[in-house]
């Protein structure tokens, strides 16, 4: 109803309805206001509430922040895109291992629990009706840039690797692979970690691993297409050393 009523030119009474829809994913009123205390009662999200229901929360909340918020009410924004990025990074905390620390995500795949593979689950874009998969990538991407704009840079990794998982294995779109891929890039030298944004952005320069039509799975062909590379230390940059040291002459020499 939201959709209809923001298409329609309504964008009050659609601010109503997708506050309404995500109160209605949380079985209780004013969520928004609320969702630390919500968080704290339910500390893994996509186990109380569902997959499908935090993605489709995160979607909501996005469409408020972008459409309802932005511009006009600072806190209300900030707070919708806070939440978003909580929902969109629930699903990871499913099984185990899954990251606890921000560096992990930046070879973390979801693609463990959103494929159908495990017992009693099925493909989480299984109903495209349900939760259509350019709809989160594109909710994903604007959160996602939203926390680059708010420097909240370590919660923009778990969405990057979201977005990267459903470009890479749902819609199979290079172009939206790459710009998770520099998303995920932007975030990692922000918060420090130099190294691992050379190899991201490596891989983006070479073209490697991404997404291949009418190709059948196997490990060969994924080697063949970058799935398994290995860049050498050769050019890679210390972390703990300053952007000066002799050690990281070669990768700065590269960049």
Known sequence: MGNLHYADGN???AEVQWNDCVDTIFQRLYVVKEFRQVFKDNPSLADSFGSKQVLIGGIVLAKLAKLCYEGKDLHKYTECVLMASELFAAPAKLTLPHPQVAIEYASYCFSEFLDGRCAGESHVFQDKQVLQPSEV??????????LLDLEVFPQVLPLCSLMEYVAQNVVKSAILVTKARVLKANALIEI??????LLIYKRVLKGIDL???ASRYSMAMQ?????YVHFGTKDCYRNDLSPEAEENAAALAFI
Do not use: M
Request: hydrophobic content about 30%.
């Open 11 to 13: 964008l009050g009474e």
């Open 137 to 146: 990538l594109h909710c994903v991407q604007t959160v996602a840039q939203a």
């Open 192 to 197: 420090g970690y130099i190294d691992q944004a």
């Open 211 to 213: 997404p291949k039509y």
């Open 223 to 227: 080697r063949k297409d970058g799935s």
